[in-house]
C-alpha cells in the first residue's frame, strides 16, 4: 500500500516563477507546475490542479531511479519509460519543439530502472568553438560488449545536444546525437575496478570557463566482490576525448562487439 502513494521523483526551477514537479502517483506518473511565492500547485478554471502525463519524465515505481535537468524551459529526464522499469530512455520534453527520446529497438540503454545517478548541463561560450550545449547523463547499465562475462555492470557517461532535432527519415523523433561511453574508477596502485556509480556531482565554474568542468562520481566494487568504494574524478577534457575516440560497433549476426577503426564519416555521427 506505501507503494500507491505520490513520490515525488523529481522538483525544478522552471523560471523565476515557477519549479516543475512530477511524482509517481500509484503508478501513474504526472507532473504539475508549482507557483514559487505561494508555493501551491497551479490550477485551472474549475480549480483542479493542472497535471501533465508523466510518462518519459517520471519512473512508475517509488523503487526505480531518476534524473533530470531543466535548461531553458526544457526537461531532459533519464528515467524510465514503461510500467516494468526495463525500458530506459532519456527524454526531452517541451512544447514548442519536438520531443526527443533513445530508441528503445535498438538498445541503446541498457538494464532496469535502478541505474540513473545524475545528469548535468554545460554551456560552451556562445559563438566559440562552434560546439552546441550538451546534456550529459551518468548511469549504470549491463555491458553487452564483455561477452566472456554475464550481466557485467558498468558505469556510463552519455551525451546529447540541446540543439538536436531528431531524424527526418530515420530516428524520427529519436536523439541522432546520442553517444555514451564508459566510466573507469580504479585504485592507482593495484587497479582495483570500482565500476558501479553510486552517485554523480558536477561542478562547473561557469560559461566561459566551461572547459574546466569536472565531474564527480561515487563509485563501489561490483556485487559479490570486496568491499569499499572510491570518489573519481573526470575531467571534461578527457569525457570531449572518450567521445572524439574510435566507435564500437556489433556484428548483428555474431552479437560480438568490435571496435572500427575504418574512416570517420563526415559529419561525424553524435556531434
Known amino acids: ?18 519549479l516543475y514537479t512530477c511524482g509517481t502517483c500509484a503508478f501513474s506518473p504526472a507532473c504539475a507546475y508549482v507557483d514559487v511565492q505561494r508555493f501551491s500547485l497551479e490550477r485551472d478554471a474549475a480549480g ?18 531518476s534524473t533530470a535537468v531543466m535548461v ?17 530512455t532519456i527524454y526531452r520534453s517541451q512544447e ?9 529497438s535498438l538498445n541503446w540503454l541498457q538494464g532496469e530502472g535502478r541505474g540513473w545517478h545524475g545528469s548535468g548541463h554545460c554551456l560552451p ?15 549504470s547499465e549491463t555491458g553487452k560488449e564483455f561477452d566472456y562475462f554475464e550481466n557485467t555492470i558498468v558505469s556510463r557517461i552519455a551525451r546529447v545536444c540541446k540543439g538536436d532535432q531528431g531524424g527526418e527519415r530515420v530516428l524520427q523523433r529519436r536523439w541522432t546525437t546520442f553517444l555514451k561511453a564508459q566510466l ?20 562547473t565554474p561557469g560559461e566561459q ?24 574524478a573526470f575531467p571534461m577534457r578527457s569525457v570531449q576525448g572518450a567521445f572524439a575516440g574510435l566507435y564500437k ?6 552479437q560480438q562487439w568490435y571496435t572500427d577503426t575504418s574512416p570517420v564519416p563526415e559529419p561525424r555521427p553524435g556531434s
Request: proline fraction near 5%; hydrophobic fraction near 30%; aromatic fraction near 12%.
Open 1 to 18: 500500500q506505501r507503494d500507491c502513494h505520490n513520490y515525488i521523483k523529481m522538483l525544478l526551477r522552471l523560471n523565476s516563477t515557477h
Open 48 to 65: 483542479k490542479p493542472l497535471l501533465e502525463d508523466g510518462k518519459g519524465r517520471c519512473p512508475f515505481d517509488p523503487e526505480y531511479k
Open 72 to 88: 531553458d524551459g526544457e526537461l531532459y529526464a533519464g528515467t524510465v519509460s514503461n510500467f516494468q522499469g526495463n525500458e530506459p
Open 96 to 104: 514548442s519543439r519536438i520531443s526527443l527520446k533513445t530508441e528503445n
Open 125 to 139: 561560450a556562445a559563438g566559440r568553438h562552434g560546439d552546441d550545449d550538451k546534456i550529459y547523463f551518468f548511469f
Open 184 to 203: 573507469l574508477c580504479s585504485h592507482p596502485d593495484d587497479g582495483f575496478p570500482f565500476n558501479v556509480l553510486r552517485g554523480v556531482f558536477v561542478l
Open 209 to 232: 570557463r566551461w572547459r574546466e568542468t569536472l565531474f564527480y562520481g561515487v563509485f563501489t566494487s561490483h556485487k559479490g566482490g570486496l568491499g569499499g568504494s572510491a570518489v573519481c
Open 249 to 254: 560497433e556489433v556484428n548483428r549476426e555474431t
